[in-house]
């Protein structure tokens, strides 16, 4: 209707003129999301009334509540089987490296796709397995993991001690 309007009078369909010809100029400034469903809703050639907006925004709030309530859930789901795997890694990681591996380096050795590395890391922290503090390479083994000291050989020994140490007073 109002994209129709907008196209057969030979104008450019933008979010500005949408907005120009619904009067709630207000709304593209202060409410982004409404502006995404309006023009969502001229595409599909509805009527972006302020109450069409507010349900099809209030639809989209709630699909996308969901998906990220089914998307941890498939974190924790996956966390109780790689938790053991993923703290042994990390324990690796630091003992040959002196210090603790980035988010995306542990999703590689998980073989995550990029957009579930977080919710998983986050899922083996809060479930134990690691910890992690505010600064990069910070991540160690957690409270969780059952760890056997990592073997030392005549070269990485004291690197191994010394990273034991910081473990442990990390996690104290």
């Known amino acids: 209707m109002v994209w129709d309007w907008i196209t057969s009078a030979g104008l450019v369909p933008t979010e500005e003129r949408i907005a120009e010809l619904l009067g709630w100029a207000w709304v593209w400034v202060w409410a982004p999301h409404y502006r995404r469903t309006a023009i969502r809703l001229v595409a599909a050639g509805q ?19 969901q998906a990220a309530e089914q998307h941890h859930a ?44 977080e919710a998983t890391i986050q899922a083996l922290h809060r479930e134990g397995w690691i910890t992690t503090g505010p ?38």
């Open 74 to 117: 498939q974190a924790a789901a996956f966390v109780a089987e790689c938790g053991p795997d993923a703290a042994a890694w990390v324990q690796g990681y630091c003992a040959t490296r002196g210090h603790g591996p980035l988010w995306s380096e542990l999703g590689r050795a998980l073989e995550l796709k990029r957009p579930h590395v």
């Open 47 to 65: 009527a972006p009334t302020h109450e069409a907006v507010q349900a099809a925004t209030r639809q989209m709030i709630a699909a996308n509540k």
């Open 135 to 172: 600064e990069a390479r910070s991540m160690r083994p957690g409270p969780r993991a059952q760890l056997t000291p990592a073997p030392e050989t005549e070269i990485g020994a004291e690197r191994s001690t010394a990273t034991r140490a910081t473990h442990r007073s990390s996690t104290t």
